[in-house]
């Protein structure tokens, strides 16, 4: 049997990775690995992850399983924090996931199960997991067009016309906040636009929220989210817990199916539980425990969220910092757009061959298409990153 495997495409994050890992120079930089890094390099433990990891140790007296869905505590936690009063609980069916990914993947079996003819629209770009879940399931993909590569913005009038070519019962996905890979975000009057535009065509949206707080803020990064799912029949929201509390490894997420027709809540509750129960059965616990108490304890809650606040305005200030050492450089403002971007990600816009040229000539490690993550800089490699960006012609 195993003699018919085939090779398949490496993930090309996962590899330059590996490539940074092999790179022995000491001033190379690693803005490739979607994670948050401090000023020290570190992925820090959260304070109030420590703190309700320590209560956990000493007060948890069983690892039975859960249930299919999760803890239900951790739901209503999340979708508390995600939607807050925009719909009622009533509204929305959830389980808990392995991470934000687990929560993709479920949200695509939905689709296929309920939908199967559904084609999916996708962001040009997006996070180049979501295409390859895609079409790992056989779903049809349709891009939109988002980045411009010219303004480093959201290319609107395109995107627009593009969604409008939807048919009833396709599905849109879009990102909540921080687009990933872009950096680059609709304002809430486009977000309205985007609303009107998927109830003229009866398409329906898929939301992918993974770095809630990471943005404008906590409340502020939900708002786009929050008028998709109040305004709309029905909708599916992806969210997940990595970045925003810090838990990676944990892998910690939750999908969210919401619905105007209450009567038929228990039919999608007992169909998520039935796609948890045919992929991994129950959902991992840890994690989602941690998160719960964090949410519904005031100390942790307020601890976590002014930890959450500085890792926000870290990012914003190594956004501008390096937005005004380009300048310096070039003598162009036209790197003002790092500075809007918002996020742990900015797509330069550039070539392969310059990023290319950058990692050999400079040890500056980014994704091909020239994502890099924001958060992997600080004050020493600020200079370098901005001098390599310039010499290179970008």
Known sequence: MFETLKTRPADGILALMQMYKDDPRDNKIDLGVGVYKDATGLTPIMRAVKAAEHTLWETQDSKVYTGLAGDPAFSDAMIALVLGSAVP?????????????????????????????????????????????????????????????????????????????????????LHGCCHNPTGANLNLTEWQAVVATLLETGAVPMIDIAYQGFGEGLEEDAAATRLVASSMPECLIAASCSKNFGIYRERTGLL???????????????????????????????????????????????????????????????????????????????????????????????????????????????????????????????????????????
Do not use: C
């Not at 199960?113 to 999916?120: F, L, N, Y």
């Not at 969604?163 to 599905?171: E, I, Q, S, Y």
């Open 89 to 173: 609980r009533d509204t929305v069916a959830s389980v808990a996931t392995p991470g934000g990914t687990g929560a993709v993947r479920q949200a695509f079996e939905l689709i296929r199960m309920a939908r199967p003819d559904a084609r999916v629209f996708v962001s040009d770009p997006t996070w180049p997991n979501h295409i390859s879940i895609l079409n790992y399931l056989g779903m049809d993909v349709v891009r939109y067009r988002y980045f411009d590569s010219e303004t480093r913005g959201v290319d609107f009038e395109g995107m627009m016309a593009d969604l409008k070519t939807a048919r009833a019962g396709d599905v849109i996905l």
């Open 256 to 394: 969210m199916a919401i619905s105007q027709n209450t009567a038929a809540r228990k039919l999608h509750q007992d169909t998520l539980g039935f796609l948890n129960r045919q992929n991994f059965s129950f959902p991992p616990d840890h994690g989602a425990r941690l998160v719960t108490m964090i949410l519904t304890d005031d100390a942790l809650r307020a601890d976590w969220q002014a930890e959450l606040e500085d890792v926000r305005l870290n990012m914003l200030g190594l956004r501008q910092q390096l937005a005004d050492e380009l300048q310096r450089l070039s003598g162009s403002n036209r790197f003002g757009f790092l500075a809007q971007h918002r996020g742990m990600f900015s797509r330069l816009g550039t070539s392969a061959d310059k990023v290319e040229t950058m990692r050999e000539k400079n040890g500056i490690y980014m994704v091909g298409d020239s994502r890099m993550n924001i958060a992997g800089l600080n004050a020493q490699t600020i200079p370098m990153l901005a001098k390599a960006i310039v010499d290179a012609g970008v």
